[in-house]
């Protein structure tokens, strides 16, 4: 496995956090602390020239680099995503029971249309769900799952030039799926699922790797992390690890904090103030942030007066490294994206 480098600039004394420790302990660097299974260098003036030399130094500094850099495009199978300009990723969920937008497009006639309306309203891809993962909700079998997805995948699928995302956690109902037309995988377990790493290797269809711990049922039961940013950022390093092990290549993969799911409301706006760190690990980021409840605990809304809330979430996470935002309302978010994204200091090109 590569090693681990969480790099934090935003620090009055910028540090980079390394793992594995032992790797980077054995280099004797001064100053150097030890926090359980992790190394804090302080990367002072020389930014890690403390490590020239030695294997880490490379990846020090192309975590230094990704900071700095436009992210790479997205290339997968079918699918080439230009992300110089952030993308807006349209939430079509054919589900009774969503958190927001459950049971409105639980038809497969409804659901085309609203897919064919998010089109014209901006979108640059349509995510499709056929199971609510909102807390404590209840799991769909995969016959379900797929007979609620398919027909709406394949119809938009052949009607339209941007492409379609399916939403699931099942490899059965991904492989379906992409048969369908699904150009892109998005799994809220980050393709925890046994056959899902493999599938996305085979296909090599692109694939959006989210944190969660444990399921939607248990994810709100243990709220406990050390510093959230580090530990979400390890997990997705993990698993693109493994995802690389199993033959997939980078430029499959979109890594996602997970905004709501096994986090509170503070840990939720944590992560999209430091979101910039995410970008060391060098893969593009993508934030669903979309009427979630911490927006109506800071704001006092219910679901549906979060419009504006949810904007102003998206706009600061393009401000801080965003490349793909999925969303509800996209004409509004589609323009606040924008908008964010001329604000944005320019990239080099990486
Ligand atoms: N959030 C939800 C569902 N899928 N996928 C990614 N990559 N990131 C997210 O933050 C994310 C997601 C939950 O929102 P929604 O689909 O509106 O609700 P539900 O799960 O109740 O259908």
Redesign the pocket.
């Known amino acids: 496995m590569r090693p681990f480098i969480h790099t934090v600039l935003s620090s009055s004394r910028p540090y980079a956090l390394i793992e594995p420790v032992e790797e980077a302990e054995a280099l004797g660097i001064p100053g150097a602390a030890r926090d359980g299974g992790t190394l804090r260098v302080e990367l002072g003036d020389e930014g890690g020239e403390m490590l020239r030399g030695s294997a880490l130094q490379e990846h020090l500094e192309k975590a230094l680099r990704n900071l700095r850099s436009e992210t790479r495009p997205v290339r997968a199978s079918g699918l080439s995503l230009d992300l110089s300009r952030p993308l807006t ?1 349209g ?1 079509l ?1 054919v ?1 009774p ?6 049971g409105e497009h639980f038809s497969a006639k409804k659901a085309i249309d609203r897919g064919l309306e998010m089109a014209e309203e901006g979108a640059d891809i349509i ?1 499709v ?1 056929g ?4 807390p404590c ?1 209840h799991y769909v079998d995969a016959r379900t799952e797929s007979a609620r997805v398919l027909p709406v995948i394949e119809a938009l699928a052949a009607s339209l030039d941007i492409p379609v995302s399916v ?1 699931t956690r099942k490899p059965a109902v991904a492989e379906k799926a992409i048969d369908a037309g699904a150009r892109m995988v ?3 377990s980050g393709l925890r699922e046994e056959g899902m790493m493999r599938l996305v290797a085979d296909t090599g269809v692109a694939a ?1 790797m ?1 944190h969660m711990r444990g399921t ?1 049922r248990t994810m709100q039961d243990d709220l406990s992390y050390n510093d959230v940013v580090h530990e979400v950022m390890r997990y997705l390093h993990r698993q693109r690890e493994e995802l690389l092990d199993a033959g997939a290549s980078l430029g499959q993969v ?1 890594l ?1 904090p ?4 096994g986090k509170s409301p503070q840990q939720n706006l944590e992560i999209v103030r430091r979101l910039q760190e995410f970008r060391c690990l060098g893969s593009p980021l ?7 409840s911490f927006i109506g605990k800071v704001l006092g809304a219910e679901t549906e007066q979060r419009l504006e809330g949810s904007l102003a979430v998206a706009s600061v996470a393009v401000a801080n490294g965003a490349d793909v935002i ?1 969303a ?1 309302d996209v004409a509004e978010t589609a323009k606040a994206v924008a908008m964010a994204a001329a604000l944005r200091p320019v990239r080099e090109r990486s």
């Open positions: 990723m939430v969920n589900t029971d969503s958190f927001s937008d459950g995510d769900g199971e609510s993962t909102r909700s939403d998005n799994d809220v959006v989210m939607p979109i996602d997970g905004i709501g799911f993508l934030v669903g942030a979309s009427r979630k999925r509800h």
